[in-house]
């Protein structure tokens, strides 16, 4: 009876000194360095670029991708892409890209060929809900999305506020800040009251007020729109109004347009030492049906960050107005005056 009773004190020892051992070897849960101001610190250069697009492609089933999926879906951007793709980073010690012969456009890109992963998880889609993947479009958004995109060359206020470096390719500035398939980094700057993020294109920053959370005037609307912040735990939250329905958000895999009483809603969470989780809402009851949400990773690059120079009225826009009206007169039945 002593022996059992030894014994079974030995395993009780033995099973919660292992339990014990068990919990020690349970990684605690990630917690974010602070800055000067007692702050989770943010601060550094990020990267947003992957494969996965804004709204999901029809070739996937599921928020989480198969590995067959994300090679499928690898192979036809490559093929899309042609030669003006490279999937490492370029080295400035080295001469100038290939010339394109083939390709749909004339751009070399520079981005990471995989899908972007949330949780060790690989995402069809940066949208999360709906279920679905896909933009909850009204009859109103789907018109304002689809003049959006119908411009003209009737003068430099009809032509796309990109191609004016009013706001960059695939809009990567925001909000919210989407990936592109180029010069897709960011800096973000903490100071007290204040949280900046320095947008590589179109060389933007982003001001955050953290201390006054008021909002401009409804009939002002800037290209960023308005953006305050607050802390909650170790997650910055950016509450911006006042967006711009003059400026359009595209993206991989579909755009849309804001109405005038838009609210985005982003959070910024350190999860890692070189990642951060980026999630935004849009709540904007006339262009859409549902408040809907996405979340997108961003990864730590190596600074610095160079000028992205585009310039607003630049040469090509006189140049492309002054096509357009040389079109027009050859369509014109009357015959144009000749040459002097």
């Not at 101001?37 to 599921?62: C, H, M, S, Y």
């Amino acid at each position: 009876m002593r022996i059992s009773v030894l014994l079974c004190a030995a395993i009780a020892t033995a099973s919660a000194a292992g339990a014990a051992q068990s919990a020690d070897l349970t990684p605690a849960p990630y917690r974010a360095p602070r800055n000067a101001q007692g702050e989770p610190d943010l601060q550094g250069v990020w990267n947003n670029t992957a494969l996965t697009f804004l709204q999901r492609p029809p070739i996937f089933k599921a928020l989480a991708a198969t590995d067959k999926e994300e090679a499928m879906m690898i192979a036809g951007f490559k093929q899309f892409a042609g030669d003006i793709i490279s999937s490492a980073p370029i080295d400035p010690k080295l001469g100038p890209p290939p010339v394109v012969k083939e390709a749909p456009q004339s751009d070399f890109l520079e981005m990471d060929l995989h899908l972007g992963r949330v949780g060790g998880e690989r995402r069809s889609s940066w949208i999360v809900d709906p279920v679905n993947g896909r933009l909850p479009f009204t009859d109103a958004g789907k018109k304002a999305d689809k003049a959006a995109e119908d411009d003209s060359f009737e003068g430099p206020e009809t032509r796309p506020t990109s191609e004016r470096c009013l706001t960059a390719v695939g809009s990567p500035e925001g909000p919210p800040m989407m990936n592109t398939g180029f010069n897709g980094n960011y800096q973000i700057v903490q100071a007290p009251g204040f949280v900046a993020i320095h947008i590589e294109m179109n060389h933007d920053v982003r001001i955050i007020r953290m201390l006054d959370r008021a909002h401009l005037p409804d009939a002002i609307h800037p290209w960023l729109g308005d953006s305050v912040g607050w802390w909650e735990g170790d997650t910055l939250v950016v509450e911006t109004t006042n967006l711009s329905p003059k400026a359009p958000v595209s993206s991989l895999g579909g755009g849309f347009v804001f109405s005038s009483h838009a609210k985005l809603t982003e959070r910024f969470t350190r999860t890692a030492q070189d990642r951060i989780l980026y999630e935004f809402a849009v709540d904007d009851p006339v262009n859409f049906t549902q408040v809907w949400r996405a979340q997108l990773p961003m990864r730590a690059a190596k600074g610095p960050i160079y000028e992205y120079a585009c310039h607003e009225g630049n040469y090509s826009l006189p140049n492309a107005l002054s096509g357009a009206r040389a079109e027009e007169r050859m369509k014109s039945p009357v015959a144009p005056p000749p040459a002097p």
